[in-house]
């Protein structure tokens, strides 16, 4: 299970920008022409090669991120503290944005804010992942058989552990994992609401 990988080496995985699950991913703006296209994969591709990011939700209790994102409720849910500044938020639309192009050298008129654009903006489809994003330096020293990884810090502080409705590892094999950390690390169970389409914590599992 690759959370108990996370939690055991103190690290999580970084996500290449060029092996995300959505190819819209920083191609968001109107592509229509063919200069465009070539113009804004080409950033993508510069962006790739030296940027990673780490994908945090906001809350654990939609259904669908469990589905998606944790083995069908088998896997965990794993709750940082981490500086605002070090998050940027992602913006959901139907539209996708326009982003001007110098007619002659193909450069981001405005780059700056057009980037920013770019890196936040998602299909409204997505809205429920209510997802703020980490961009990190891909490190050569963090590299492993081709991934990239980022240290626990106090940029990324663990807080809180929630195995998912499924998961068959004992909730006191995680506690004990966790009982020397410094601050503690609170480890809740993940259960189902029972008059909503919620995931809660089950409060039969706090002893």
Same mark, same amino acid.
């Given at each position: 299970?690759?959370?108990?990988?996370?939690?055991?080496?103190? $690290?999580?995985?970084?996500?290449?920008?060029?092996?995300?699950?959505?190819?819209?991913?920083?191609?968001?703006?109107?592509?229509?022409?063919?200069?465009?296209?070539?113009?804004?994969?080409?950033?993508?591709?510069?962006?790739?090669?030296?940027?990673?990011?780490?994908?945090?939700?906001?809350?654990?209790?939609?259904?669908?991120?469990?589905?998606?994102?944790?083995?069908?409720?088998?896997?965990?849910?794993?709750?940082?503290?981490?500086?605002?500044?070090?998050?940027?938020?992602?913006?959901?639309?139907?539209?996708?944005?326009?982003?001007?192009?110098?007619?002659?050298?193909?450069?981001?008129?405005?780059?700056?804010?057009?980037?920013?654009?770019?890196?936040?903006?998602?299909?409204?489809?997505?809205?429920?992942?209510?997802?703020? $994003?980490?961009?990190?330096?891909?490190?050569?020293?963090?590299?492993?058989?081709?991934?990239?990884?980022?240290?626990?810090?106090?940029?990324?502080?663990? $807080?809180?552990?929630?195995?998912?409705?499924?998961?068959e590892l004992p909730i006191q094999r995680i506690?004990?994992?966790?009982?020397?950390?410094?601050?503690?690390?609170?480890?809740?169970?993940?259960?189902?609401?029972?008059?909503?389409?919620?995931?809660?914590?089950? $409060?039969?599992?706090?002893?």
């Open positions: 299970m690759h959370a108990i990988s996370n939690l055991s080496l103190k $690290r999580l995985r970084v996500s290449r920008l060029d092996q995300l699950n959505d190819p819209f991913e920083f191609l968001a703006a109107d592509l229509l022409d063919p200069r465009d296209r070539q113009a804004l994969t080409h950033f993508k591709a510069e962006l790739a090669a030296t940027k990673g990011m780490i994908c945090f939700s906001r809350s654990w209790s939609n259904p669908l991120l469990w589905g998606h994102y944790a083995e069908k409720h088998t896997g965990m849910a794993l709750g940082f503290d981490i500086p605002e500044g070090f998050l940027l938020r992602i913006h959901y639309s139907d539209e996708r944005p326009r982003v001007i192009l110098d007619p002659e050298t193909r450069e981001i008129i405005n780059k700056g804010q057009a980037v920013d654009q770019l890196i936040r903006t998602k299909f409204s489809d997505w809205h429920y992942e209510d997802e703020y $994003r980490m961009f990190v330096d891909l490190d050569p020293a963090s590299q492993e058989a081709g991934n990239h990884f980022v240290d626990f810090s106090s940029e990324l502080l663990l $807080r809180e552990v929630v195995p998912g409705l499924k998961c506690r004990q994992l966790l009982k020397d950390e410094c601050p503690p690390v609170k480890v809740l169970k993940a259960g189902m609401a029972l008059r909503k389409f919620k995931v809660i914590e089950d $409060r039969t599992a706090r002893t």
